[in-house]
């Protein structure tokens, strides 16, 4: 059998402790590397490493610049994002960096398990939620005309449809699988560049362009 040779990056002692118990019980996967800093990371990640488990943000700086430099000097390196974000910009942001696969903290052992198996094995791995999100997220990309307030994002122009139907932030959280948070970020950023005084303003705007 292959052993799967693995580094953890990530800056909470606990988390990283855990995620290492968990591999190390795991057939045909080996942890050779653990690190708490981007460089630390760098410093100890070698070509004698398959598989890198990165956490977005560490306590020196961006994982995701982390993984540019570990994908730059080591092509065959495969970096498996590990974090506690879930918006659109950070998946965009692993990926354009070399990694091959965004996990959310919280996934159970077997979806952490699989990820790491599928990524070693070359595949490019979503978690469920972030797979669910990206799904519909091309989806959207098909259904909504760009011609449609062109100075909003793909996402944003979604979520404006959702407003214009009538349905709350707490609606769209749940339907697009993402935080309220981020749904109430985005929907300031939409009425900031509609130059609406507000959501019922917004609406107004939308349904005129045919959304809703």
Same mark, same amino acid.
């Given at each position: 059998?292959?052993?799967?040779?693995?580094?953890?990056?990530?800056?909470?002692?606990?988390?990283?402790?855990?995620?290492?118990?968990?591999?190390?019980?795991?057939?045909?996967?080996?942890?050779?590397?653990?690190?708490?800093?981007?460089?630390?990371?760098?410093?100890?990640?070698?070509?004698?490493?398959?598989?890198?488990?990165?956490?977005?943000?560490?306590?020196?700086?961006?994982?995701?610049?982390?993984?540019?430099?570990?994908?730059?000097?080591?092509?065959?390196?495969?970096?498996?994002?590990?974090?506690?974000?879930?918006?659109?910009?950070?998946?965009?942001?692993? +990926? %354009? #960096?070399? *990694?091959? /696969?965004? $996990?959310?903290? &919280? !996934?159970?052992?077997?979806?952490?398990?699989?990820? +790491? %198996? #599928?990524? *070693?094995? /070359?595949? $490019?791995?979503? &978690? !469920?939620?972030?797979?669910?999100?990206?799904?519909?997220?091309? #989806?959207?990309?098909?259904?909504?005309?760009?011609?449609?307030?062109?100075?909003?994002?793909?996402?944003?122009?979604?979520?404006?449809?959702?407003?214009?139907?009538?349905?709350?932030?707490?609606?769209?959280?749940?339907?697009?699988?993402?935080?309220?948070?981020?749904?109430?970020?985005?929907?300031?950023?939409?009425?900031?560049?509609?130059?609406?005084?507000?959501?019922?303003?917004?609406?107004?705007?939308?349904?005129?362009?045919?959304?809703?």
């Amino acid at each position: 059998m292959t052993v799967i040779r693995v580094a953890v990056v990530d800056d909470h002692p606990v988390f990283r402790l855990g995620m290492v118990a968990l591999l190390s019980t795991l057939d045909g996967i080996e942890v050779v590397v653990e690190a708490s800093s981007a460089a630390e990371a760098l410093r100890a990640v070698t070509d004698e490493v398959d598989v890198v488990l990165m956490d977005i943000e560490l306590g020196d700086g961006s994982g995701v610049e982390a993984t540019k430099e570990l994908v730059a000097r080591l092509p065959d390196l495969l970096v498996l994002m590990v974090t506690m974000h879930e918006d659109d910009d950070s998946l965009v942001a692993s +990926v %354009r #960096a070399g *990694a091959r /696969g965004y $996990l959310v903290k &919280g !996934a159970g052992p077997e979806e952490v398990e699989r990820a +790491v %198996r #599928a990524v *070693a094995n /070359g595949e $490019l791995i979503l &978690g !469920a939620a972030v797979a669910q999100r990206a799904m519909g997220f091309m #989806a959207a990309s098909v259904s909504l005309p760009s011609a449609v307030f062109p100075s909003l994002t793909v996402r944003e122009r979604e979520i404006l449809d959702l407003i214009a139907a009538g349905h709350d932030n707490a609606t769209i959280s749940r339907r697009l699988v993402l935080s309220p948070k981020t749904v109430r970020n985005h929907t300031s950023n939409i009425l900031a560049k509609l130059g609406a005084a507000d959501r019922s303003s917004a609406i107004v705007l939308a349904r005129d362009a045919g959304l809703g």
